[in-house]
């Protein structure tokens, strides 16, 4: 250090364009303990061998005007106040304690390496790197290691690394049972932030205690120690990795030193020990054992904070340079510098050296250009080699070549509490520690974000969608059915084939009106109902293609409001004929107001055509009123009666005795009948007249036989005309869900009658 500072001096003397025909002087004073210091410095700081603590900034003049070094935080922490209390520019090339920074407390501390901050900072880019998450910390007891650990636990929140292991060792502390702490939790990352003479001992401990296969981080205040690498089994711990300063040697250092010891070749001092230690016993400029050593000796010392004792001495000198105000003809005479005037050039300073670029931020501290370093401890002698790089200026940025590292089988060495999660799926927490953690799959329709918070699934939006362990949210694309499409087709050719259908039989009730199966079925409702279907089954061709206002207006409208028409007209029949039915067996007079009022219209309009066919073609009458004894003559032995409900007597049962009683032999009457096939049958269906009509006959069921046509069928035969033979059936189509009422007629006399119109007998409709 001491040689470097020298020689950064001569070379700023020697320049004809920094500080021309201005020389630096300097005192150097060796810190060789925390208590003998403090006389030095006060002399440094005086003015005229004494101090005046509130004398003016412009009138103090101490004896020097800038002060470098020492070495070391906790040495640095002591000085520290005492100079830059009257803003005497302090630069500091060795003491990395962030604490420094605090311009509050420490006004002019000026420093050439990088703080603890960045340091830690740098450390924690190499482990994520890597994607190391379970790591220990070692340290040593001292302002330095205190300052870097409590950094190290604030920067890595947030960052995914646990903290697994962590101590601070002294110098007489028990290192072998600290590494096999750490190796019993499966530590395989060691950060060894410390000073040189604590990372010896540990690394010394880790090889007695056969400690393999470990990553160690080391700190720059041993990470290019010559002695350490030396160490006997050190290859055996696994591989060290050390950050340090990129520029690792000075041009023109090796010439200086071997001129300043007088020969190339110089070799070992010959004066003896005891001339040595008969030296002055202050520190100041004292150096035991500095003849003990060779030129060699000097130019392989660390080089680890060369270059920033080189930095500091020209930032002294470029900020001298802009107070004096010099130019290339020289510098005035008559210009006064005073410290404060120099820290204020300090904070402006921007300058290029030996490729590198020094300037300083708010706080006094420079940017960052660091090496990542691996050493190579299985050759002899061991070697340094650089592998990555770290700069903060204009940003962070680390680049590391993973081929150059010397790993087992080409693979980064493990070291996580757990195994990292695959995408899609979320950490769930295991322990004390966050990294520790098992594995769950996000379910469909929520993701996980890594870069935000992966311990959580989080639902998508309503308008995205996701599968099963997603790391992201798809917007849902809306797909419209189209018209050309099959299954389009497909709806549509139904829906019009069910339209045509709809059509169809709306136009056949439409021409039959005025029948009675017409008006049976409910007349101008059963259009209604028609109507309602045909119009909502329209409402399918406007769900095809991309939806407009009117589109969605038409679809939903439509359907839904001529839906609702036919299927409140079916409910309103429905439960017209259930309640008629329930009323006649349940509530008869109830039920006889109703007929009185309800069916006389029925009975009355559709009679009337009955009577004129059966005058017309048999010369009968039908009248609806009453039938009481035989028929009339010539009308075949047919009539109408309404009786009064009783299914087993009344109407229904004279209009039988009638048939029965009446002389069928008469073939001009029954041919008459057969010819015109039109039978008038008295009965009763649920206390309402059903008429129905068959193929150009009329078959009309009166009142007579309530429960039977109420469950579907009436039989007319043997159980109440005994004696007669079944000579045909016919079927009446009648308004009652899924029954179709059976009547038989039976007579003897109309057998050769219906002999020869048998054939006619086809459906059921005809006689």
């Known amino acids: 250090m001491l040689q470097v500072m020298r020689f950064a001096v001569e070379e700023i003397n020697n320049s004809t364009t920094l500080l021309p025909n201005v020389s630096l002087g300097y005192e150097i ?29 412009n009138n103090y003049q101490p004896k020097v005007i800038a002060l470098t070094g020492p070495y070391g935080s906790t040495r640095t922490i002591t000085i520290a106040p005492l100079i830059t209390m009257d803003l005497i520019p302090m630069v500091n090339y060795g003491a990395a304690s962030y604490a420094l920074s605090n311009k509050l407390h420490y006004p002019s501390f000026v420093r050439t390496i990088p703080s603890n901050k960045d340091l ?48 601070r060792l002294s110098l007489n502390a028990n290192y072998s049972l600290a590494l096999k702490k750490i190796d019993k939790l499966n530590i395989n990352v060691i950060v060894v932030f410390a000073l040189t ?50 520029l690792l040697s000075l041009p023109g250092f090796d010439e200086f030193i071997y001129k300043a010891r007088g020969a190339l070749d110089a070799g070992h001092n010959d004066r003896a020990e005891s001339d040595i230690q008969s030296k002055s016993e202050t520190c100041n400029q004292c150096c035991d054992y500095c003849s003990l050593l060779t030129t060699e000796d000097i130019i392989n010392e660390s080089p680890t904070h060369s270059f ?12 001298l340079h802009k107070v004096l105000q010099c130019d290339m003809n020289g510098c005035p005479k008559n210009t006064m510098a005073k410290p404060y005037m120099l820290l204020e050039e300090i904070k402006k300073l921007d300058f290029p050296l030996n490729g590198r670029q020094v300037k300083f931020d708010d706080n006094y501290d ?161 259009l209604l109902m028609l ?35 036919c299927i409140s007209c079916l409910t309103v029949r429905s439960f017209q004929i259930i309640c008629v039915f329930k009323m006649a067996t349940q509530f008869p007079k109830v039920h006889s107001l109703w007929v009185k009022h309800n069916v006389a219209g029925l009975d009355h309009g559709s009679i009337s055509d009955l009577n004129h066919k059966a005058k017309k073609d048999c010369g009968a009458v039908v009248d ?39 002389d069928m032999g008469n073939r001009c009457n029954m041919n008459r009948l057969c010819g015109h096939r039109a039978v008038v049958v008295a009965a009763t269906f649920g206390g309402a007249v059903a008429v129905a009509a068959a193929s150009g006959g009329i078959v009309a069921i009166d009142r007579g036989m309530t429960s ?15 004696g007669l033979k079944s000579i045909g059936s016919f079927f009446l189509d009648l308004p009652v869900p899924s029954h179709r009422p059976q009547m038989w007629i039976h007579h003897t006399g109309c057998q050769s009658c219906l002999a020869q119109d048998r054939s006619s007998v086809h459906d059921g409709r005809k006689l």
């Open 708 to 722: 039977e046509l109420g469950l579907g069928m009436t039989r007319l035969g043997s159980t109440e005309t005994p």
């Open 531 to 565: 109507t309602g279907l045909i119009l909502s089954s329209i409402s399918a061709f406007f769900f095809f293609g991309k939806p407009t206002f009117v589109f969605c207006l038409l679809r939903n409208a439509i359907f839904v409001f001529f839906f609702t028409v």
């Open 308 to 319: 920033a004792i080189y930095a500091a001495i020209y930032t002294i000198a470029h900020a």
């Open 120 to 167: 830690i900072e740098m450390i924690i880019h190499i482990i994520r790197w890597f994607g190391w998450n379970w790591v220990a910390f070692l340290g040593s007891e001292d302002d330095y290691s205190s300052d870097g650990l409590k950094l190290f636990n604030k920067y890595i929140n947030n960052t995914g690394i646990c903290l697994a292991y962590q101590e």
């Open 366 to 526: 420079p940017t960052i250009s660091y090496a990542v370093v691996l050493w190579h401890t299985d050759v002899n002698p061991p070697q340094f080699e650089m592998v990555g790089t770290y700069d903060t200026n204009p940003e962070i940025t680390l680049t590391i070549n993973n081929s150059l590292m010397p790993w087992r089988n080409k693979s980064v060495p493990f070291s996580n509490c757990s195994v990292e999660c695959k995408a899609g799926y979320s950490r769930q927490p295991e322990g004390f520690h966050s990294c520790c953690f098992t594995c769950k799959k996000c379910p469909r329709n929520s993701y996980v974000d890594f870069s935000w918070d992966p311990y959580n699934c989080f639902p998508c939006a309503e308008s995205e969608w996701s599968d099963e362990g997603s790391t992201t949210c798809k917007t849902r694309s809306v797909v419209y059915p189209q018209f050309t499409e099959i299954p389009s087709i497909i709806v549509m050719v139904s829906a019009a084939c069910l339209i045509i259908l709809l059509i169809a039989v709306f136009c056949l009730f439409a021409y039959n009106y005025d029948t009675p199966v017409v008006k049976s079925a409910g007349g101008s409702m059963c």
């Open 197 to 246: 003479q604590y990372a010896s001992k540990i690394i010394k401990a880790a090889i007695a205690s056969n400690i393999q296969d470990k990553v160690w981080i080391a700190s720059p205040a041993w990470s290019m120690n010559q002695q350490i690498p030396r160490e006997p089994g050190i290859e055996k711990i696994g591989t060290i990795i050390g950050i340090a300063e990129r």
């Open 624 to 662: 609806l009123n009453h039938i009481r004894g035989d028929p009339h003559e010539g009308s075949c032995g047919y009539g109408v009666a309404s009786g009064d409900g009783n299914p087993k007597g009344g109407a229904g049962t004279e209009f039988v005795n009638s048939l029965r009683d009446h």
């Open 29 to 57: 004073f060796d810190h060789c303990s925390n208590t003998r210091n403090f006389h030095s410095v006060l002399r440094f700081i005086s003015k005229n061998g004494s101090i005046r603590p509130k004398e003016k900034l």
